[in-house]
């Protein structure tokens, strides 16, 4: 009991707003120490020996974080971290963006569809949440509010297509999930292409109806430029083109096998720097800034990644695991009732806590449960990232939400951004289930 306990604590803890990155690490100690002392005065030896137990405890946890520094897999982290911030400063964001309002601004809807389609290269190329968000409501909001777009749709259209980076590879969260369940990342940036597509589908498709149906909620952009359409199509081929030419050498040299994902994340690095030479952006200043933010990025990610295991660790120990998976594995409906469960708590703790949190605070748990019950760990991986995509967007705590909020215009108001993102949570929700029925049967 005592472990459900710590697991709540550390739920209040975030809500009252105290550090992620430190959060699961204290609570592992408070409650480390206070189930030691425990167990020691139920056998009779007092407070000098609960402090035995709590240092016998911690005795492993060098040791623990030793192998996640030596595990080649995590290497890929802050490499497609580097890749990705350096992609941002070259304003890759802002050129794809004008050269797709070109080629769809004309129909209703094109200027959201071309949000969709630049945060699905931005996702495949940057893979930064945060910074697709920033960009596309710096850049598309304004076009969307000049032209009576309707806000929520706007909103909701920004948000949904910046969280796109969760699922479409090469994406931080099945490098982690490939991490936890022991799968190859390659296997599983190869299978998470197809929802990604599915999604991006999903979302124009909801424009489309809704700018059809509603005809004053996203109207046609005519924008008045002396440039003939031929050139602006061979500027628009030209900003597309070189990005996804670096997409498909990191992609393609994972799926056939030619490199690791790590490797590829190398290459990938190098690439970068090349297209910030050839959009002449590159700077010793810029390479500086894009290596600090990844250090910072990374040691955010690594802290919460240590502070995880300490708590798994004092979870285990306090029995909280053999309650979750008694109650897990004597679910009605088996293997399904497990599935439906999972996903149901999954999406209920991403309104509160970060993806990064609930990879390595409950899957780990999950996962030998899901073996257990016959359920092929490579697709119960890809469907957890399609659920912790979610998280970006569900309030309150939705980081998506707070990115778009910070650079709008004055005149959206929070629950112009609220309203946005329901239909596309629903959205995901649904393409969820159908890959899930696909994928587990």
Request: net charge negative; glycine share 10%; hydrophobic share 55%.
């Amino acid at each position: 009991m005592t472990g459900i306990v710590m697991f709540l604590a550390a739920l209040f803890m975030l809500a009252i707003g105290f550090s992620v990155a430190f959060t699961f690490g204290a609570i592992a100690v408070i409650f480390g120490l206070i189930g030691g002392i425990v167990e020691s005065f139920g056998d009779g030896n007092g407070f000098i020996g609960g402090l035995e137990i709590f240092k016998e405890t911690f005795n492993f946890m060098p040791y623990r974080i030793y192998s996640i520094m030596e595990n080649k897999i995590l290497i890929a982290v802050p490499l497609f971290v580097f890749m990705g911030i350096i992609l941002q400063k070259t304003k890759l964001a802002e050129r794809l963006l004008e050269s797709m309002a070109f080629l769809f601004g004309e129909i209703r809807g094109g200027v959201a569809i071309s949000t969709v389609l630049v945060g699905a290269l931005l996702a495949a190329s940057t893979g930064v949440v945060g910074a697709s968000v920033v960009a596309m409501g710096v850049m598309s909001l304004p076009v969307m509010l000049k032209y009576n777009y309707n806000k929520a749709l706007g909103c909701g259209t920004i948000c949904a297509s910046g969280t796109l980076g969760q699922i479409i590879p090469p994406s931080i969260v099945l490098i982690i999930l490939g991490d936890v369940f022991t799968v190859p990342v390659g296997d599983l940036f190869r299978e998470a292409i197809y929802p990604g597509l599915a999604l991006v589908g999903a979302y124009i498709a909801y424009i489309l109806i809704v700018s059809y149906v509603k005809k004053d909620y996203a109207p046609p952009v005519v924008v008045e430029s002396d440039m003939p359409k031929s050139k602006q199509i061979l500027n628009a081929i030209l900003a597309i083109l070189p990005p996804l030419v670096l997409v498909v050498l990191v992609l393609g040299s994972i799926f056939e096998g030619i490199a690791t994902p790590t490797e590829s994340s190398a290459f990938g690095c190098v690439g970068a720097i090349l297209l910030s030479v050839f959009y002449k952006t590159f700077s010793f200043k810029m390479l500086k800034e894009a290596l600090e933010e990844s250090v910072k990025t990374t040691a955010v990610v690594f802290t919460i990644l240590i502070g995880a295991t300490a708590f798994s660790m004092v979870f285990s120990y306090t029995g909280g695991d053999e309650i979750v998976e008694e109650v897990m594995s004597s679910l009605p409906g088996e293997k399904w009732g497990f599935i439906v469960l999972s996903m149901i708590t999954i999406f209920a703790l991403g309104f509160f806590i970060d993806f990064v949190e609930i990879s390595y605070i409950v899957l780990p748990i999950l996962a030998p449960i899901a073996v257990n019950l016959g359920i092929n760990p490579l697709y119960f991986a890809i469907v957890i990232a399609m659920n912790l995509q979610t998280s970006f967007l569900t309030p309150p705590f939705g980081f998506s939400l707070f990115y778009l909020k910070g650079v709008a215009p004055a005149e959206i108001k929070t629950s112009d951004i609220y309203k946005g993102v329901v239909p596309f949570i629903g959205l995901q929700i649904l393409v969820l289930a159908i890959f899930a029925v696909i994928l587990l049967s």
